[in-house]
Each structure stands twice: as C-alpha cells, then as structure tokens.
C-alpha cells in the first residue's frame, strides 16, 4: 500500500481559529487570547467581545502539551501543571513518593487540565475540566483573565483604534460584564459564571480555590 501524505498549508501559524456564521475565535497555539498577539480574541460581526482569555493555576500559566482543532467550531488543548523543571530517578516525577515540587508544593504533572473553545452563533462556550492525576489530595487557586476591548477586527490586525469609549466593569449575580459606553456603539459582554459557590471577581480576573482528592476532578 501506498501512503499518501496531504498537505497543510497554515497562514497564520502562530494562531488557531474557529468560527460558526459571524462569530469567530482567534486563539493562540498554547490557547489563549492576550497582548501576546494583537489579533486574538472572540469577534462578533467584527467586533472583539472578549481580548482576553486565559486560565491559570496559582497565578502560572498552564504547560501546553497539545492544541488542535477538532472542528471548524472547536478548539481543543491538553495541559499539564506544574510545568516539568527537572525529573526524579527514571525520568518521571511519578519515580518516587516525594518527586519533585513547584515553589507551592504542587507534585510536578499533578494536575491535567482539557480545555475547549465551542464558538455559537452569538456566543462562546468555554469549558476547562482540571483532573488530579497525583497519589495527594492538592489544593490550589484557578483564575480566568478576562478582557474586552471592542475594537473592530481591522483595527485588532492594524494595532490602530479609531473609536475610543470608556469600558464600565460590573458583576451580577451570576455574571461579569463589559459594558462599553460608547454612544453610537452599545456593545455588552456578558461572562456567566458557573453555579459553583466561592467564585471571587476582581477587575479583570476571576478565580476560586479548588481542593481535589486524587483523581478527583473540578468541572468550569
């Protein structure tokens, strides 16, 4: 048998992208929407309802072990927490009862995050589920980073505004939004929050402390 190779050609290879009818997603390749490359974000008709999303754990970013998209509508990564510095005998921090740590005492590849991006027609699903692959019960603090900025995609690529408007900042019950107060541009971002109790919400930031048995798992 022959086996037939077939090309890829990415224009952008530092991006991944999803989209269904006007909404679309622009993420990098580690998963996020951030300063890291001015054209990330969620986009509505244009417009970007969402210049930042990123999770973290304890304040760190994740360790990317695979990114992909699933659909012309999904984005799917894989993570490991805390990032591998060094390795016990055998090469695995799982060698030993007392592999090495992060400065917080976190096992290193004690946690698995999978992370997913659905884009709907007028929304976007955001769905992290954090496993605790360790012999330990490990606690620690999961935070979302949260922005929009509402700049038109043309002013995103060009790293040029050309409407300027305040961006009131206010929590609901189960909410956080992005009010921007421009007066022909009445955009909103609303954020749902999930039901889970012990959610706190800074400007732009949330997060909850989590507690997980061994393979144990937290669902967002």
Known sequence: RRSRIVPRALIR?????????PSLLVVTTRGECGPDL??????FR???FLS???LEIDGQRLWLCEGTSVDPDLLQFSYTF?????????????????G????RGLPQRGLNVQLSYRVRIAALDVNATIVNVSKER???????????????IQEAQEGVRKQHAGIRIHRGDRSLVFEYRHARLP???TIDLPSDGGWHAAARRLAIRVRLDPQDSFDV
Do not use: I, K, M
């Open 13 to 21: 290879p530092d991006t991944l992208c999803a989209w269904t009818g």
């Open 100 to 103: 090495p740590r992060n400065e």
């Open 46 to 48: 244009e417009a970007r």
């Open 138 to 152: 490990l606690e620690f603090e999961l935070g979302w980073h949260l922005d929009a900025d509402f700049a038109d």
């Open 38 to 43: 001015p054209l990330c974000g969620y986009y």
């Open 52 to 54: 930042e999303c990123r």
């Open 187 to 189: 955009y909103r971002t």
């Open 82 to 98: 805390p990032e591998v510095a060094r390795y016990g005998g055998g090469g695995s921090s799982q060698s030993g009862d007392d």
